[in-house]
């Protein structure tokens, strides 16, 4: 069994800044790649950015240059830096893990979710 929480969410102006961070724990073998994905009211939940086992990063084209992924594997946790927040950034932040239990199960497992609001 694994999970993930999240943490960092809350509420800023129009070009602030907000870090969220996942960890995962539970009975962990390795994590192969983590992201960050979010969901508006009244939108479906849309990815925002992913970093793969060997650190590839991806995002998604309305955060580029202003959101960062990483990762620290010795902590099992990904990190969403995000900087000059807009208000179409507000949802709820949702991260993701593709991890290998020690059963060497594959579980796609997801965090409970942390509220960004972003106010103008």
């Known amino acids: 069994q694994v999970q993930l929480v999240e943490s960092g969410g809350g509420s800023v102006q129009t070009g602030g800044s907000l870090r969220l961070s996942c960890t995962a724990s539970g009975s962990i073998r390795s994590i192969d790649a983590m992201g960050w994905y979010r969901q508006a009211p009244g939108k479906q939940r849309e990815s925002v950015a992913g970093?793969?086992?060997?650190?590839?990063?991806n995002y998604a084209d309305s955060v580029k240059g202003r959101f960062t992924i990483s990762r620290d594997n010795a902590k099992n946790t990904v990190y969403l830096q995000m900087n000059s927040l807009k208000p179409e950034d507000t949802a709820v932040y949702y991260c993701?893990?593709?991890?290998?239990?020690?059963?060497?199960?594959?579980?796609?497992?997801w965090g409970q979710g942390t509220q960004v609001t972003v106010s103008s």
């Open positions: 993701s893990a593709r991890i290998l239990t020690t059963e060497r199960f594959i579980s796609d497992s």
């Open positions: 970093i793969s086992s060997g650190d590839s990063t």
